[in-house]
Every structure is written in C-alpha cells, then in structure tokens.
C-alpha cells in the first residue's frame, strides 16, 4: 500500500491532532501530496498541498490553524491540526499526483490512502 494514513482520533474543540502518511518513497513524497477529507454526505475537498519545491497553499477554512509539512528522509507527509472545530470532523485522506512537481486539479492525484477518521465534539 503506497499511502497509509494515521494520527486520526476523537478530540474536543480547540485542541490538536497531527496526521501522518507513511509513503512508499521518492516517488511519491518528492511530488506533489496532498491532504483531502470528506465529511458524511458531503464531497471530497482539498484541505492542504505541498509541492516538490515545498510550495504549501491551504483551503480558506483551515488556513492559520493546518500545517502541512513533509520529511523526505523518511517517506512521510504530515498534517499538524491546531485549534479543532467540530466542522474539522470527517475522513482525512493523503493523496499523491506521482509525476507532477507542482499541484494542480483534483485529475492529478493517482495515488490515494485509505483515510483516518477525525472526530471534533464541541
């Protein structure tokens, strides 16, 4: 399995989780990867993105409170949550466009994790 998820957990409002991908290597984590979660009957959205050249960009929701950061020595994708709102609550997914330095359209990712579960309760 080339993207495996974890760090997901139940947590009150205001507090922090730190996910993390574990990736099968270089040609996953030195592309771009990215962060998605969905919510129950909602659709998939993009939370944050991290280019080969370490170019972040986030989603308006959780800009100021997400990091996003990678370790290329280890093969891993992180996301560090900070202050929690119940509306944080959903599937989060580790995502990788293999082959694309710079992160474009949803069409680009090829690689998908399985997800792990965030629950906010207020």
């Known amino acids: 399995v080339p993207l495996v998820e974890s760090g997901g957990g139940s947590v009150q409002a205001g507090g922090s989780l730190r996910l993390s991908c574990a990736t099968s290597?270089?040609?996953?984590?030195?592309?771009?990867i990215a962060w998605f979660r969905q919510a129950p009957g909602k659709e998939r959205e993009g939370v944050a993105t991290i280019e080969h050249y370490g170019i972040t960009t986030y989603a308006d929701p959780v800009k100021g409170r997400f990091t996003i950061s990678k370790d290329i020595d280890k093969n891993i994708l992180y996301l560090q949550m900070n202050n929690l709102k119940p509306e944080d609550s959903a599937m989060y997914y580790c995502?990788?466009?293999?082959?694309?330095?710079?992160?474009?359209?949803?069409?680009?990712?090829?690689?998908w994790g399985q997800g792990t579960q965030v629950t906010i309760s207020s």
């Open positions: 995502a990788a466009a293999r082959g694309y330095l710079s992160c474009g359209g949803r069409d680009s990712y090829n690689s």
């Open positions: 290597g270089y040609t996953y984590i030195n592309f771009c």
